[in-house]
């Protein structure tokens, strides 16, 4: 019972921090009325990767609320469907297309993030436990991380999987006030493929938040959502960061209400990131191509799916969308290479 008391006190110390990031997870600041929805060209290399004239779908609505919004959307090839969180409700969603949204599971521990590993497990970030879990073929839940070096993690909130098995995933600290057993910094951590080595890539992130990897793997891209960008590192021979290539990748700040959140990326490098007034499509040097404009005050996830996984599903704080591109989303799980 103290546990589940830290708990909520931490929920609410976290929310009431959470005004300072609107559009961050678990934020529900007052936002202006919503955008005409639209896609936008900034650059004709737009045209190759979504048309101007395509339709951005709403999907449905009626998710989230003051613990977390509808968040951390994975495409499951083989079923032919979606699954994503419900934070405010601690339930993983599924949606099946022409069938519609249905609980897929209950009592998810307020889980965020989800991915899948190379066997096609479910692993998740839970904010409640705070910690990551991989959910066995079987349904038992193994534990992937939880503390590091005897301290209890923040609030692990997404996660990536390396197509070496190695699993990579933020740990923003939800802006609750640290204990004398907590960690006193956000961190960007990597669990061996073995889940026996637990390794702190880099810790100098206000807020860590989505993260991907580029098509060849030798970049990983990591938001830091307070600071309102996009930063890349060189990856090294042994999975870990190139400290000194870290770079400003790109600057999503802007007038309209949003922050860099999610995140993935397509099989010919393009960054696909939600930022100030929708997601920017950008190319692998961080220039801006366009920006799909929803309408809605936060872009919280998204993933790529469909059968050619040409369909870019995403999430706002109390719904799912999707809209169709032109060129395949990096797939999920990882292809492994050889």
């Given at each position: 019972?103290?546990?589940?008391?830290?708990?909520?006190?931490?929920?609410?110390?976290?929310?009431?921090?959470?005004?300072?990031?609107?559009?961050?997870?678990?934020?529900?600041?007052?936002?202006?009325?919503?955008?005409?929805?639209?896609?936008?060209?900034?650059?004709?290399?737009?045209?190759?990767?979504?048309?101007?004239?395509?339709?951005?779908?709403?999907?449905?609505?009626?998710?989230?609320?003051?613990?977390?919004?509808?968040?951390?959307?994975?495409?499951?090839?083989?079923?032919?469907?979606?699954?994503?969180?419900?934070?405010?409700?601690?339930?993983?969603?599924?949606?099946?297309?022409?069938?519609?949204?249905?609980?897929?599971?209950?009592?998810?521990?307020?889980?965020?993030?989800?991915?899948?590993?190379?066997?096609?497990?479910?692993?998740?970030?839970?904010?409640?436990?705070?910690?990551?879990?991989?959910?066995?073929?079987?349904?038992?839940?193994?534990?992937?991380?939880?503390?590091?070096?005897?301290?209890?993690?923040?609030?692990p909130n997404d996660v990536v999987v390396r197509s070496d098995g190695s699993i990579y995933f933020t740990d923003p600290n939800g802006a609750f006030v640290p204990e004398q057993w907590d960690l006193d910094f956000a961190g960007v951590f990597r669990?061996?493929?073995?889940?026996?080595?637990?390794?702190?890539?880099?810790?100098?992130?206000?807020?860590?938040?989505?993260?991907?990897?580029?098509?060849?793997?030798s970049v990983l891209y990591i938001n830091d959502t307070r600071r309102g960008h996009i930063r890349a590192f060189d990856v090294a021979p042994n999975g870990g960061l190139a400290l000194q290539t870290d770079r400003v990748f790109a600057d999503l700040r802007g007038p309209e209400p949003g922050v860099p959140d999610g995140m993935k990326v397509d099989v010919e490098g393009h960054v696909f990131c939600g930022g100030a007034g929708g997601i920017y499509v950008m190319d692998a040097k961080g220039k801006k191509l366009g920006r799909i404009v929803h309408g809605q005050p936060a872009t919280t996830n998204m993933a790529f799916g469909g059968p050619d996984w040409k369909t870019l599903f995403f999430t706002n704080r109390d719904r799912l969308n999707s809209v169709n591109v032109k060129i395949p989303g990096m797939p999920v799980p990882a292809v492994k290479k050889t």
């Open positions: 019972m103290a546990v589940q008391n830290d708990i909520s006190r931490r929920h609410m110390l976290a929310l009431s921090a959470a005004g300072t990031l609107a559009g961050f997870s678990g934020a529900h600041a007052q936002a202006p009325a919503p955008a005409a929805k639209r896609i936008e060209q900034y650059d004709p290399a737009l045209e190759k990767i979504i048309s101007t004239s395509e339709p951005i779908n709403e999907i449905a609505t009626g998710f989230g609320g003051p613990l977390g919004p509808a968040e951390g959307p994975v495409w499951v090839k083989e079923g032919g469907y979606l699954l994503f969180s419900d934070i405010n409700a601690s339930k993983r969603m599924k949606y099946t297309p022409g069938q519609g949204v249905t609980v897929f599971q209950e009592n998810t521990n307020q889980a965020n993030g989800l991915t899948r590993d190379l066997q096609g497990r479910i692993v998740a970030c839970e904010h409640e436990t705070r910690r990551v879990t991989r959910r066995e073929l079987d349904g038992s839940l193994t534990v992937i991380a939880n503390s590091f070096q005897g301290r209890r993690l923040n609030r669990v061996s493929a073995d889940l026996g080595t637990l390794t702190v890539l880099v810790k100098d992130f206000l807020t860590p938040n989505g993260l991907a990897f580029s098509p060849d793997e």
